[in-house]
């Protein structure tokens, strides 16, 4: 049996009519349209999210752990298997330096974020340069076992102790003196 254009029809419900409220006291909905008398939600233009009517809200209630860290960095994530794939469909040079723009201009990534991250996830068979933000220790030892080089940036200087601190104000204030 072949469908007609003048058999095609909605399934049965699938278009229903929006509520008309305040048109009336037949409809059920009318003078105060389901919103009850007076007060601060019969009237327009108001949103009480997680407000409990004078009870303490459930968000307040719940205990509160740690903290979001403003400063954390956010790496776009590189799988070793994704880098091959796309040097195998000739997108990515091997024989250059891959770095997070060659990446996003191959369109390997979309954005770089704060850096590009490489993780061990599937194979690597090519011998490639990297210039990344991070790679985990199983990345790094693909890579160069692939017969690569990863170049990543160097580790911060860890800070000084309280008697180094105390040392370096010391040798400050000696210094000034001298002047």
Sequence with gaps: MTTKLNDLHDNPGARKKRVRVGRGIGSGL????GRGQKGQTSRSGVAINGFEGGQMPLHMRIP???FNNIFRKDYAVLNLGTLQAAIDAGKLDAKMVITAETLVE????????????LLGVGALTAKVSLKLAGASASAKAAVE???GSIELPAPAPAPLSREEQKAARAAARAAKAAK
């Design 106 to 117: 191959a369109k390997v990534l979309t954005h770089a974020r704060d850096g590009v991250r």
């Design 30 to 33: 009318g003078k105060t349209a």
């Design 145 to 147: 076992a692939a017969g």
């Design 64 to 66: 509160k752990r740690g």
